[in-house]
């Protein structure tokens, strides 16, 4: 029976090769009588829940019969008395500096550690943990030995000495206690209601009992229908997993195979939600890490090169979990169960495997409830598990959209419980069980001596490859930790200081190059983290005086950036992330330093063909070139995608797909010549007339051609009434019918807005040459001056001494009526005004028009967006579904152009600082992990669309 039970599970042969060592206690070799060994128990000060230690009186006993002297540290708040301890024959003091070993469970105080002693408790340091370095600096420096727990380990890397049991089964019992409130939250009673706190209970076997008691009403039916079948997913099959599935099972339950974990959950889903029993799934490494190149799954390959795969459990697990209770270790280069972007996909309310048009379907926001991540490892296999939470305080709900915690049961999320001394709430249970496992290592921990060499110390290699300091250094298997601390800019070996490892907090640096129209806002985003570093460069004073700010971590550079691209090339390097502003022509130049020096870029502009080049280049150095991430392009994507993946999600077609976007003068202001005002150089307002354009009509091909046909392809607009608009085709749509995922549409058109008479007034500026790219000898900067009179009688051949009452009949006769004549008039175009030439004639136009129709202080602008999109339903059914956006600039304040520009371009350089965005090459807000939270994090920023819905 004892020869079956080792080989069924790691753990049980574990536990049992324990007992035989306890069992021959009597057997070990102890120092000779006059070097009678002196252990200390320490007090746990860490916080005040903490109140194990890591053996019992019962263990003392036995160490106590064995000739050892073992002192106990005083302390009110231990769940074994001083009084227990005292009658097993230890001595209860505060002095321990009689003892060569100190034990204790968590990590101690810098101030409280005792040079040249062996100390033996969970350092937490193993993985280079920011907060934990001055303690490992102490150590050093001390020459203190430390034998860190948690890499006592055996041949097979199966943890020898851990709490891993009594943290499963308090995780268990405290996630069954939050989801009791969190469903309650969203307006379902359940029996776990009546489940507390793990630490409510004098012992397991009480807590058990509440377990039992919820379980007997769920085996009643008493589970509600609305919250479908509920399914809880355990990773690993260790003692954390063991310890937690032991409660679960007191539970009426059914185990499912991660195959058929798809199946049973949508089952569910579409026919009766079982409401007698809930779901168990125990998910093994196998079952969801992939070799990146194909072929099985190799544990040995693995745990060498972890970077070789990548888990899919994002995709063949969670979308199927109510409840993940995570135990598994996680190493640094280790593939993460589930990262920021998979949450954003995961926590979207429509997301699958649910159809809500189903019977039974769940009221819930999705089906992911919460996670118990028992593993406590902020930042690791669950990634967006940023901070551990505390016995005090122990949910959070992480808000995906938004990537942050609160402390909250209600309002869209998902639960987190992340307790790191999970087992702290169940005390002496807790204590028994570890102190069992840790005795029979006892005896060779005190023959250390941590003034002699550790190739001296005489030790099984469980505890000798646990020694992480001695002799004032870091030992062979734990050099690493100095290489992990100079990639992570953490403090080097020899400095001290915990004032000084504060300081050097990591400080996320971002270098914003240009500062034009659209650059405050921003910067003032970004700048509202006190630990981003915000460095804005541009060529021009002015502009910089403009965005500079009196927040300490913004400053700014004057540097010509086309002149010193070497000074650039030195800059980038600098920063984790660049924001280019500059003209959309400089950006592949920009994209190409940062890939070579793996720095993360966005900029608000199309991808460009030459920007395109550099995706696998990107790729490889896994770097994020995010663009498009303005309004037009930028914000029009992300409306779009949203509609279209949710439409498609509800298994219908997009047959058409109209959208119009433009910048405006507000409707108080508009009444220039031109129907329109710049809040930016002109000149690409106006080389934008006379582009031509490519779409999709009824399922044919549209051409329009350049230099003025597109000014002929005019249409009015009446989907705002209140608005007197007209618009025209923009550049080649029929390109998103692929990039949007939207081919069965026979329509596909993406145009600008304009008020009416803006085509009529352009056309009138072609017909008289000033919108000529080519250079023009009256336009040379050091030629003779030229009046516009002078330059439009040149124009028709004629003397500049002419009457303007006939120059005006000449130019009557080359238009088409008198609106447009007034537009040429209006624009002080036949005046006697000196040009400010500037060698083309729309050049010149575009300098003259930036300041002739520039905003005055008292206007504002608007930004006006509107998506038609045509749907058809399954059952035949059609629909349109009409998105507008409408937003106006402030008086006093930034412009509409600047916000919904400036703004999502810090979210989104934001979000690739935070980790949000993770995906690498030249990339598009196509995505829903990227679109979703910009969306939303606009929305608090006063830029949020409208949506009309009607049947066709």
Known sequence: MVHLLLHSAKPYRAAFHHWRALSSLSGVRWPTPDQKPVMAIRRETINVWERRAPLAPMHVRKLVKKGIKVIVQPSDRRAYSMQEYQQVGATVKEDLSEASLVIGVKQIPIDNLMPDKTYAFFSHTIKAQEDNMPLLDALLEKNIRLIDYEKMVDAEGTRMVAFGKYAGVSGMINILHGMGLRLLALGHHTPFMHIGPSHNYRNTEMARQAVRDAGYEIALGRLPRSIGPLTFIFTGSGNVSQGAQEVFQELPHEYIEPAHLATAVQRGDLFVPATNKIYACVVSREDHYVRKEGGKFDAEEFEAHPDRYASMFSHKIAPYASCIINGIYWAPNSPRLLSIPDAKVLLQPTSEPWVPSSPGCPNLPHRLLAICDISADPGGSIEFMKECTTIDSPFCLYDAEQNMDRTSFSGPGVLICSIDNMPAQIPREATDFFGSLLLPHIPEMLRSNAESTFEDFDATPVVKNAVITSNGSLTPNFAYINEMRQKSNFLQPGIRSAHKAAMRKAEKKVLVLGAGYVARPAIEYLARDAHTHVTIVSQLRDELDTVRTDQPNVEVMLMDIQRNQEELERLIPEYDIVVSLLPYALHPDIAKMCIDHRIHMVTASYVSPRMAELHKS?????????????????????????????????????????????????????????????????????????????????????????????????????????????????????????????????????????????????????????????????????????????????????????????????????????????????????????????????????????????????????????????????????????????NYGDIRGPSAMAKTVGL?????????????????????????DIYQPMLSRLAQEGIKATEKIKLL
């Not at 350089?909 to 030249?922: A, C, N, S, Y």
Request: hydrophobic content about 40%.
């Open 904 to 928: 999502p371009t810090g979210i989104a350089t934001k979000m690739v600082l935070d980790g949000e965005i993770q995906r690498k090459g030249v990339v598009v807000p196509f995505s829903l």
């Open 618 to 886: 990107a790729e490889e150095k896994g770097v994020t070139i995010l663009n498009e991430v303005g309004v037009d392009p930028g914000i029009d994507h992300m409306l779009a995608m949203q509609c279209f993946d949710e439409v498609k999600q509800l298994g219908g077609k997009i047959t058409s797909y109209v959208s119009w976007c433009g910048g405006l003068p507000a409707p108080e202001n508009s009444d220039s010549p031109l129907r329109y005002k710049f809040s930016w150089f002109p000149k690409g307002v106006l080389m934008n007339t006379l582009a031509s354009a490519r779409f999709l009509r009824d399922g044919k091909i549209v051409e329009i051609p350049g230099n003025g046909g597109l000014m002929n392809a005019t249409e009015t607009l009446d989907f705002l009434p209140g608005f007197n608009l007209e618009g025209f085709p923009n550049r080649d749509s029929t390109q998103y019918a692929e990039s949007y995922g939207i081919q069965s549409a026979d329509t596909v058109l993406r145009g600008t807005i304009r008020y009416k008479g803006f085509t009529d007034a352009v056309k009138a500026l072609m017909s008289l040459g000033f919108l000529d790219a080519e250079p023009h000898t009256s336009l040379h900067p050091n030629g003779p001056d030229i009046t516009w009179k002078g330059f439009l009688c040149q124009y028709f051949g004629k003397p500049q001494d002419i009457l303007t009452d006939s120059l005006v009949d000449l130019i009557q006769g080359e238009l088409k009526d008198k609106a447009q004549l007034d537009v040429i008039v209006n624009l002080g175009l036949v005046s006697d005004d000196l040009i400010d030439k500037k060698v083309t004639p729309i050049d010149t136009l575009s300098n003259y028009l930036a300041k002739r129709l520039a905003f005055g202080p008292e206007e504002r602008d608007m930004i006006l967006m509107h998506h038609d999109v045509q749907v058809l339903w399954p059952d035949g059914q059609r629909e349109q579904r009409c998105i507008d956006l409408v």
